[in-house]
């Protein structure tokens, strides 16, 4: 490790917690219907999309009915974007003629996308018309991370409301989430990103010629090259500010059309952990105690902080086999040192690190480096960032939901403690919340553990690993976990696209996102209903560093006891093996 | 009374508790609890695979096999004897009270006379409604109301306490509880209760746990727990086919074997707090009727830990039951002595609390000793609501003492005055929280005699801890504003409500309930039933009337009204113990790991011996050892769950760090030090 990767990642750390309360209160605003400067513009519009579509926005909705709208919209996303896949040949903004995608990549891209995983067994450049890239991809981009959103204001109105049924109208929030907040943010990303050198076109693909001809397999003279393109820019400011990841091209962001400048990589590391931290200030804004969503951001920041020490310290100490071999791989000025394989050099290991531990802890699951290379230590702490059921940031809106189940599950527990049945902010946390609690908590096992279980032993699950031994079993349980938890970043080396990996990993993305989902909402309907008990000396409070370091055992013992196992006899094993040999 | 408390280990208890461990065991039983159902389904199906290494076809050794199913055996039954235990303490109350129910005849009247005929019937045939003549010596057949008579009643079967009490027809002390005896006199009783559900019935259903349902929280609790359950065994399950793929990749060892997955399984689950839950719980109940406090749910316990508002009723707890005389102040031109000595001669033959304590002031302040009123030849003239004033008539004087009111008419209609300076003192001593008694010889007013809510020793500081533990306390008082503000001020308390009606009361109650908090009370009277009825955490006295008892939640034996504190307590240390013991379980399964994976996966991947930190001796060692540590740690915290975690009265904060460092990073820690242990002496004993 130097000096200089830690202060850059100590730099990142700081720009993100003071971006926290300015957005953060901002979101809040537009959540609670206050007035807005961009009211004045974007009003009417909002006004004439309610008008279009036949909503009323004073008329708010239960719980069922907010799932239920939640669930139909999410829907007629997957039936639209697999039918948008399966006929874009026939569609215009197909310069470069893409065909029909297959039914089973199709439906794995369609739920992908619907559920903000963004998972992607296809290359971008090579499968997907300017069309699908924009009307599909984009917009997907969009409301999938709009509908998590929603669904946390509903369940913060639960937390609030008492003695009632209603817990807001989803597309109102799923309007104002996009248009308030995702547009103005994902609008000012592009905008800089293009002067960075991100690409923005609807045409074809470029011929260019080579600066150093070479031959190819034939032995023939290559010249050109042919670069893809399109409107890149657009699509990775959204893909970073709604935890997408899924990437124009097929490379993500290791791809210099798509990241190609040190401060570019900043700026998305930093777009796509940016609303989820700041969505906990609009949470404690929300609930009348700003405390309540620090503590929760300190608990998030301080796993973030050892994680992104932890992977950094992991992948600059390199590989001992290496050293066995005599190379340096020490840092100097000139050489980034550590484990670059893998790794871009305009990135470094400090940075990269970084960009793994942000986009593994936020679901965005966009890569600017291969994470099939890191180290095994390295490759273990994204993969357990994940596992911690993207708690930490986690999705927009999805991974503060995803935490306050955590929290129900902590304040039970302490709650009993100090002596009183448990409560949250006023919230008695009786026998109804707990079903849907730990409904939530069994999630993980099921379609992880689950999954992984079964694709170890069948032909189809092992037949697409690249890498035998402990390490193709690492990657088969990365691909999992990063569907199972709307993640979508690729351990790579792992033949996903196969009608095995496609159907399972669809579903694993789909009982990922609904399971944690329907339960959450369910849970604020029932919160919504009780009524609130006034916070007293005998009352656990929630707003402390206790309570803080409590949450943070509590996500990492439930993550490490369900996946201890299964861990080590991938990157653990892996790990130990390397240093033993 | 104070039963003297059980010791924890009775001997009696103990072996009936070992037995029942055993009966226990019936798998009808085991799963309603779904974690101990899921170890004794490991300890059978390890049993299987013995008997199947036995006939060669095993996976693993079959002494190792055998041991580890022992061992799952041992977990299940120190579970079920913990539960044992908990429930013989109970069973043993229950047995002392059985022996009160006997089956007396009753004298059963055909009308509610007592010369009426009359018919013997044996008492479990008595009904609702049918009236019964009890005389001396006799033991009241069923609970029920008198109707007429006064009679002594000796109720210590019921509530230990030997003095008889009095029981008479109306008023606040006619309820008569079946299984207690009239002493003197006779009563004529009202049946209440049909047989199975008087009062003792209950009580008996209550201590021995027979009735008991799961509370809110020990459902939630245990919907937890089952989550956690299915975890681990959806961890085990798919372990099988991860070592299945690891095994081909090594190319090194074979598969994990089912006995090693089920012993992960069982040390995993929360068997800690599973197999101590229903322990815990009934351990509570037992808890309060060692206070002397009959539960009627186990709901109401749980309320009690919840409590934030306690209404206390002013008189008798806060403070002593009757006001004393603390200060003469006399008028003008009197002398205080003067004063003194006409208080305590009109006082001598007044047997109330009030009027006593007049003479013995008159005595400590101004040396008057007490005087034969026969002696003096005076005639006393006793208090009556009309004249609202007492006195004696002696030689040509006519001393009076009384409220001011009172005294005024009477010295206005002798042609006398009522001083201002009198009026003046009489304002200031009201204002003050005290009760003015104005003294007059004919038609002279003498003075005033002060008295005073004596508060008892100690109250104020109980209210101030009630505080710290977030509870507020309102004094309910029928006194008027101004004396309730001055009490309330000397005792500490949050809040009052003065010149309390059985509506007030109701109201206050449902409007604190309005604010979302839980109220609890104590009442007796039948006038408090709807408030009682109404509070979330209602106790009745023992000594009220039977309305109130079946409003209340919970019956205090001993009637003392301080109970309520007591019974906050008994509250929090039960849902405390819970919490405790959870996360204990929990935090335990950390070093469980460190010793099984190392050892399950020993042959296919020896690198992973670099967890094994513990450093055990060998793989089997290892599994045995955390096998045996999970089963003893539930025999070890039986204590702990019978007697339950220590309640400090300290903030939130305070309480939740303490437990958390002695529960949480204990339950982190000791593990290891206990597996290491078992792992020792394993070696040592040659076992493995």
Known sequence: ??????????????????????????????????????????????????????????????????????????????????????????????????????????????????????????????????????????????????????????????????????????????????????????????????????????????????????????????????????????????????????????????????????????????????????????????????????????????????????????????????????????GSNINPGGNMEGKEVRFGVARSSLFAVGTTATSTGAVDSMHDSYTPLGGLSILILMQFSETILGGVGSGLYGMLIFVIVAVFLAGLMVGRTPEYLGKKIEAYEMKMASLIVLLMPLIVLGLTAVAVVTKAGVSSIANPGAHGFSEILYAYTSQGNNNGSAFAGLNGNTTFYNVTGALAMLVGRFWLAIPALAIAGSLAAKKTVPAGPGTLPTNTPLFAGLLVAVVVIVGALTFFPALALGPIVEHLMMGSM | MTTKARPLFDAAILKRAILDAMVKLDPRYMVRNPVMFMVEVGAALTLYLFVAALLGKGEAPAGFTLAISLWLWFTVLFANFAEAMAEGRGKAQAETLRKTRRDVNARQLSAPRRDAKSQMVPASQLRKGHVILVEAGEFIPGDGEVIEGVASVDESAITGESAPVIRESGGDRSAVTGGTRVLSDWLIVRITADPGESFLDRMISMVEGAKRQKTPNEIALSILLAALTIIFLMVCVTLLPFSIYSANASGLGRPVSVTVLVALLVCLAPTTIGGLLSAIGIAGMDRLIQANVIAMSGRAVEAAGDVDVLLLDKTGTITLGNRQATEFIPAGNVAVEALADAAQLASLADETPEGRSIVILAKEKHGLR???????????????????????????????????????????????????????????????????????????VLGVIRLKDIVKGGIKERFAELRTMGIRTVMVTGDNPLTAAAIAAEAGVDDFLAEATPEAKLELIRKYQAGGRLVAMTGDGTNDAPALAQADVAVAMNTGTQAAKEAGNMVDLDSSPTKLIQIVEIGKQLLMTRGALTTFSISNDIAKYFAVIPAAFAATYPALGALNIMRLATPASAILSAVIFNALIIIALIPLALRGVRYRAVPAAQLLRRNILIYGLGGLIVPFIGIKIIDLLLVAMHLT
Not at chain 1, 6 to 17: D, E, G, N, S
Not at chain 1, 40 to 67: A, F, N
Not at chain 2, 427 to 433: D, K, N, V, Y
């Open chain 1, 1 to 330: 490790m130097t000096t200089n990767g830690i202060i850059q990642i100590a730099l990142y750390m700081a720009v993100l917690l003071a971006l926290v309360k300015p957005l953060g209160a901002y979101m809040a605003r537009v959540y609670q219907g206050q007035p807005i400067r961009l009211d004045r513009v974007l009003g009417p519009l909002e006004r004439l999309i309610y008008r279009g579509c036949r909503v009323k926005p004073e008329q708010e909705m239960d719980w069922k009915v907010y799932t239920l709208s939640m669930l139909a919209f999410s829907i007629l996303g997957i039936v639209s974007l697999y039918a948008l896949l399966r006929v874009q040949g026939m569609l215009p903004l197909n310069p470069q003629g893409m065909g029909a995608v297959p039914p089973d990549l199709a439906f794995n891209t369609a739920v992908s996308f619907t559920t903000n995983t963004n998972w992607q067994n296809y290359s971008g450049e090579t499968t997907l018309s300017h069309l699908t890239q924009m009307v599909g991809m984009t917009v997907h981009n969009f409301v999938s991370a709009a509908t998590g959103m929603a669904i946390l204001v509903a369940f913060i109105r639960g937390l609030v409301r008492h003695n009632a049924r209603a817990i807001g109208n989803f597309w109102v929030d799923l309007t104002r989430s996009v248009l308030y907040i995702l547009l103005p943010l994902s609008l000012i990303l592009a905008m800089v990103l293009v002067t960075q050198g991100v690409v923005q076109t609807l045409g074809p693909y470029k011929s260019v010629a080579l600066l150093q001809p070479t031959k190819d397999a034939n032995g023939q003279m290559v010249t050109q090259q042919v670069l893809a393109m399109g409107p890149v820019a657009s699509q990775v400011a959204i893909k970073h500010v709604g935890t997408n990841g899924g990437g124009f091209f097929n490379a993500n962001a290791a791809h210099p059309f798509e990241n190609p400048t040190p401060l570019t990589d900043l700026l998305l590391i930093l777009a796509e952990t940016l609303i989820p931290a700041a969505l906990t200030y609009t949470f404690g804004k929300m609930v009348g105690d700003t405390r309540q969503g620090w503590t929760i951001l300190a608990a998030m920041m301080v796993v973030l902080a050892i994680f992104a020490l932890a992977t950094y310290a992991a992948e600059s100490a390199g590989n001992p086999r290496l050293v066995a071999l005599g190379v340096d791989q020490a």
């Open chain 2, 370 to 444: 007490g005087r034969d009123v026969r002696a003096l030849g005076a005639t006393f003239v006793p208090f009556t609501a009309q004249t609202r004033m007492s006195g004696v008539n002696l030689d040509h004087r006519e001393i009076r003492k009384g409220a001011a009111e009172a005294i005024q008419c009477y010295v206005r209609a002798k042609g006398g005055e009522f001083p201002e300076s009198v009026q003046r003192q009489v304002q200031e001593i009201s204002r003050q929280g005290g009760t003015p008694l104005v003294v007059a010889d004919g038609a002279k």
